[in-house]
């Protein structure tokens, strides 16, 4: 059984459609990056499966369970979390209360300080301004405070929107091994939103490409870095071989 | 001396009765962006809680005999059972509805509620005496101030301190303020929209409660319309104070209170009678000046 | 091409000519087969209509809701009996009147016309303030608009008589006279409707944030509503003093500002039609409900609403038509002749509070 399962999913804000008949799965402790231009439906996809917007039309399952049409916090009790785009931290709240908004559903209250513990060791910024106003902290924190508070609700799957945009690309790599790292320990499923077929390639997994509303193409992350590659001798080859 | 004294204590317990007023509704606009125009309504049915129900020019109490340990927990419970039930039947309908639409249907809700205590407790107001022993002056600081206003100023210190230690120190009061701040990011971190949002109408009907108690004590008068006034004060109070800012609605609260004591100090005797025209007239010039409320914060987003 | 823009223009004149000859018809019938009580309602009736279509220049427009207009009202209401009763009793019972204003006599036309200009100037001066704010904020400043009037209106003892009633109106607006002004403020709102002002405005009330962002106009086209809508409701207010021959402060507050924002909810804010029929639908249940507060006879038992029943009853109509049927009785369509089929209006059901 896929872990989610999207199935002929559409959106549309009013009259304009956001996403055309758009399926996908993903297995249990897979990675998977979703690419495509601006105005693609990437946001669209994640806020569809994660109950922010209505679907006009098609179905989403997690672990075998209909997420359609339900409240995003009963999605969310199913065990799925998400980093949204531009991180949406509660700005007016310190770090530690922002990690611990989403700790209202977890069962294993015990697990919940260690976890927390566990996410200043992942980002020691975060621990060294956890009484900080989040509304301060800068692009690249808020971005870690963002996936820390995702993974206080203990999920078995997060998603994760743009974790590289307008961030320096020694911190987006802080980024990624977290989220790696994570991924081992955890057995968590990922789908993150990335732009850059190389850095997809390096991170490794599926990829998927968005445009239109529609997937157009999907494979290996590194096939899609060599495609990119080939489409613009600019780019250079040395990047992506290491993937 | 004494007189300054005496229109401190004034403006500051006038200034608490106004806060409590408009934190109610700040609470309810920074959770769900409803103006609860029914708010006033829940203050006018705390106060006919209290007595026998009759169309009768003499009031005779019902809840209001109860001793006040009894009553103040009733009448709070009795406050939030109230709210809830508005929510319930009436705005839960409304969550996906536009602003103005649950701002229309709760100016007709609070008109449903006072026209049923009209139908049952008939037009006339009613001489109440809750606590009279209250109103009997103590000296302090050289002014004969009624022991009610002192425990006016205790209480609204109470209530707004009670209320932060309840949104700083709680789960429940945590949720609010994410969902205040952001109510779709934080359903997605599994924060129950129908439990936040019933809590925080709990809370304002509690609120109304206290009013009620403090103003009924104080002017010795159940009137089927005294929710309309006091509720446009803590409208203009919640809006001065930056839509849904709950400290803002308390400085604003206590800022009106203020204004509205010296207007009635310092106006010539002639234009007194026009004193709540002055404070309007204040109101939307101070609104021009900072649309955005005198105390909004700086990070806090636009909401209206 | 311009076969098409001429058909379109029929169609939408033709609005205003269905509803002036429904309320005709509504007032022939009205006079035709009732008694003295059902005129009466009738001339109640069309003074409604006059207010809640001058409502609606600026709030079925602008989407912006005011709850200011019953002070526009008072202010043509009491204009029109300064200017026209008899000098001996305004000595009597407002002494202190400016001397022109007691000496004045006016016939009533011109006097009714001045109360809506007076009204009108309040309205462009009050809306070029308050109409600086946005949406919620403006509206919680029409409120405290009206409790200025009310306040001023309820204590200037000399003037306006206070709390206590001006009476000795010349009652001469029945049914005919308050039809001619409805069938007017319909004529003046579909005109201003289609005018490029009133399109630019429409254009705006969906979107409040990129209105603001395309132009700085929206502003002078609100003033301008405004002020029209100000003319129309003050008109009302000295029709509905001159039906009644009786003028109090407290008839121009929070009670007739609810019954008339009822109507235009229950018609439906977004067209001209919805907020006819608004008023014609509820003055007939009004009627209906005060004539059960008065009993009537089912079989041998007599039956009687309890007083408060029709004001409990209409708010609960109004919360129910707010959930069931957002867009009011007429689904913010206009009645017109030749209609083409309209489009399904697409549901958008996004989550409160869903940015990108």
New interface residues.
Partial sequence: MAKLGVFDVSVRYGKVPALNDVSLHLNEGERMFISGPNGAGKSSLLRAISGAVATSHGRIEMDGTILTGRPPEAIARQGLSMVPEGREIFGSMTVEENLRVGTGIRRDRSAIESDIAEIYDAFPILGQRRNASAGALSGGQQQMLAIGRALMTNPKLMMVDEPSLGLAPNIVDQVYDTLVALQQERGLTLLIVEQSSARAARVGGRMVLLRGGAIVDQGDAREFAEKDLLKDAYFGGAKTEDA | MGTVAQLFFDAVSLGGIYAMAALGIALIFGVMNLVNFAHGEYIAFCVFALIVPSTDAVAVMFLGKAPALVLIPALLILGALMAMTSEYVVFRHFRRADPVAMMIASFALGFVIQNGLLAIYGSRPKAISLWPSLNTPIHVAGADVPLLQLIVIIATLLVVSGLALLLKKTRIGLEMRAAAENFTMARMLGVRANVVITGAFALSGALAAAVAMIMVTQTGVADVRMGGSIMLVAFIATVIGGMGSLPGAVAAGFLIGAVSVLLQAFLPLDARPFRDAFLYTLVIVCLLLRPQGLFASPNSKPRV | MSNQHQAARIRAWSTPIILALALLAFVVLTTALGDKSMARMAAQTLIRVTFVVGLWIFVGNS?V?S?GHAGFMAIGAYASAWLTLKPQTKALFLPDLWPWLAQAEWPVLPAAIAGGFLAATVALISGA??L??????A???T???L??VN??YS??EGVTGATSSVVGLARYADQWVTLGWAVAAIFVAAFYANSASGLALRATREDEVAARASGVSMYRHRVLAMTISGFFTGVSGALLGHSLGVLNPGSFY?GIT?IT??ML?VGGIGSLSGAVTGVVALSLLIEALVRMERGIEIGTTEFAL????Q??LI??V??LV??IR?GGLTGGREFQLGRRRAEPK?Q???????T?
């Fill in positions: 989407g809701v709850f303030a308050i600086r704010l946005s949406g919620i904020a509206s919680i400043a409120f405290a608009f409790a200025i306040t001023i204590n200037w929070l609810f924002l009822a909810v309890p007083s408060g029943a004001e409990i708010g609960v109004m919360i707010l959930i957002p697409q958008t059901a996004t989550n409160r509070g869903v990108t």
